[in-house]
């Protein structure tokens, strides 16, 4: 037994000193201290011209994280700084001028903080001669006087680089719904809307333990990379689920699961980015495809699932 413990002493020990080293990045040069890069937040603005969509909504957005790419004067190759959640500030174990410093806009991927990614649809951030001082904190972007908050802008790809494949934001100058009945459309609310005026309502009374609610339109399209943005608030679990077709004869339809969403009830509205891409090579990327929501009632309460700004989009 002394043995044992002696042994497995010496591995952990071995392993923190193994992981010490492969974390840290030695300092440049005779650089001792290092320098700082601040940036509270990041928005999404639409673009002058070719701008996916006309509406509003479709701009709202919650990145919460960031990753750096810095290419220093002299280097012979980039430094990746790392990935880092927002609000952050981030030692650079180097100073001088960076010949350019990218930021990569980083969302919870199925809204589950350990998955997060670099959310493709939104073009990166290139500052260019970003200069960086041992001891001082150089500050990004531009600085929000009323928030007291620094913060860059970055867009949606172009038209010409994405293709929405459908959209809904509930508003009164739209023409019509992608969903079933089921989804009342409210469109006189705006203190209860996320954004605009209005937003789809779902509300299930005590009795009804689950509640379907389907996008109607049926999806073909020649790649595989399809993402689901939309914002919602529910008192009960909220599940996205994909209906496709099997590698069989027959062609019988089968439904899968994307992505279960907790209650939010008292916590607001949320943002989430739903990868359709993986479930749907569960299918072997046939085609078409639907999308459709199971809301679960399963404490018997008279509940509400409210969504707004949903959009599907691919390249």
């Not at 990145?63 to 990935?83: C, H, K, M, P, R």
């Not at 972007?141 to 802008?153: A, H, I, M, T, V």
């Given at each position: 037994?002394?043995?044992?413990?002696?042994?497995?002493?010496?591995?952990?020990?071995?392993?923190?000193?193994?992981?010490?080293?492969?974390?840290?990045?030695?300092?440049?040069?005779?650089?001792?201290?290092?320098?700082?890069?601040?940036?509270?937040?990041?928005?999404?603005?639409?673009?002058?011209?070719?701008?996916?969509?006309?509406?509003?909504?479709?701009?709202?957005?919650?990145?919460?994280?960031?990753?750096?790419?810095?290419?220093?004067?002299?280097?012979?190759?980039?430094?990746?700084?790392?990935?880092?959640?927002?609000?952050?500030?981030?030692?650079?174990?180097?100073?001088?001028?960076?010949?350019?410093?990218?930021?990569?806009?980083?969302?919870?991927?199925?809204?589950?903080?350990?998955?997060?990614?670099?959310?493709?649809?939104?073009?990166?951030?290139?500052?260019?001669?970003?200069?960086?001082?041992?001891?001082?904190?150089?500050?990004?972007?531009?600085?929000?006087?009323?928030?007291?908050?620094?913060?860059?802008?970055?867009?949606?790809?172009?038209?010409?680089?994405?293709?929405?494949?459908?959209?809904?934001?509930?508003?009164?100058?739209?023409?019509?719904?992608?969903?079933?009945?089921?989804?009342?459309?409210?469109?006189?609310?705006?203190?209860?809307?996320?954004?605009?005026?209005?937003?789809?309502?779902?509300?299930?009374?005590?009795?009804?333990?689950?509640?379907?609610?389907?996008?109607?339109?049926?999806?073909?399209?020649?790649?595989?990379?399809?993402y689901m943005e939309m914002n919602y608030?529910?008192?009960?679990?909220?599940?996205?689920?994909?209906?496709?077709?099997?590698?069989?004869?027959?062609?019988?339809?089968?439904?899968?699961?994307?992505?279960?969403?907790?209650?939010?009830?008292?916590?607001?509205?949320?943002?989430?980015?739903?990868?359709?891409?993986?479930?749907?090579?569960?299918?072997?990327?046939?085609?078409?495809?639907?999308?459709?929501?199971?809301?679960?009632?399963?404490?018997?309460?008279?509940?509400?699932?409210?969504?707004?700004?949903?959009?599907?989009?691919?390249?």
């Amino acid at each position: 037994m002394y043995c044992k413990r002696n042994i497995f002493r010496l591995l952990l020990a071995m392993a923190v000193t193994t992981l010490a080293f492969s974390s840290c990045k030695k300092f440049q040069g005779d650089v001792t201290v290092p320098a700082y890069i601040h940036l509270d937040r990041i928005d999404v603005v639409p673009q002058a011209q070719n701008a996916p969509s006309p509406e509003p909504g479709f701009y709202n957005s919650e990145i919460d994280a960031v990753q750096f790419i810095a290419y220093f004067e002299g280097d012979a190759a980039e430094t990746n700084l790392g990935s880092f959640q927002l609000p952050c500030t981030v030692p650079v174990l180097n100073q001088g001028s960076m010949k350019y410093l990218r930021v990569y806009p980083v969302v919870k991927q199925n809204g589950v903080s350990s998955t997060r990614i670099y959310y493709i649809y939104y073009n990166y951030i290139e500052l260019k001669n970003v200069s960086v001082t041992s001891d001082s904190v150089t500050n990004l972007g531009s600085f929000d006087s009323g928030k007291q908050q620094w913060y860059l802008q970055t867009n949606y790809k172009t038209r010409s680089q994405m293709r929405v494949l459908s959209e809904d934001y509930f508003e009164p100058t739209s023409f019509s719904s992608h969903f079933d009945s089921t989804v009342v459309w409210v469109s006189d609310d705006p203190e209860g809307a996320c954004t605009g005026q209005g937003y789809g309502l779902v509300h299930l009374p005590d009795t009804v333990s689950v509640q379907n609610f389907y996008i109607n339109d049926e999806f073909d399209i020649p790649n595989s990379t399809v993402y689901m943005e939309m914002n919602y608030q529910t008192d009960v679990t909220l599940y996205v689920n994909m209906i496709g077709f099997e590698l069989n004869s027959d062609r019988h339809a089968t439904s899968k699961g994307v992505a279960a969403l907790r209650p939010t009830t008292g916590k607001g509205w949320r943002k989430v980015y739903i990868n359709l891409t993986r479930t749907w090579s569960q299918f072997n990327y046939n085609q078409p495809f639907t999308v459709y929501f199971q809301a679960a009632n399963t404490e018997g309460i008279d509940a509400n699932v409210k969504i707004d700004n949903v959009k599907i989009l691919s390249y």
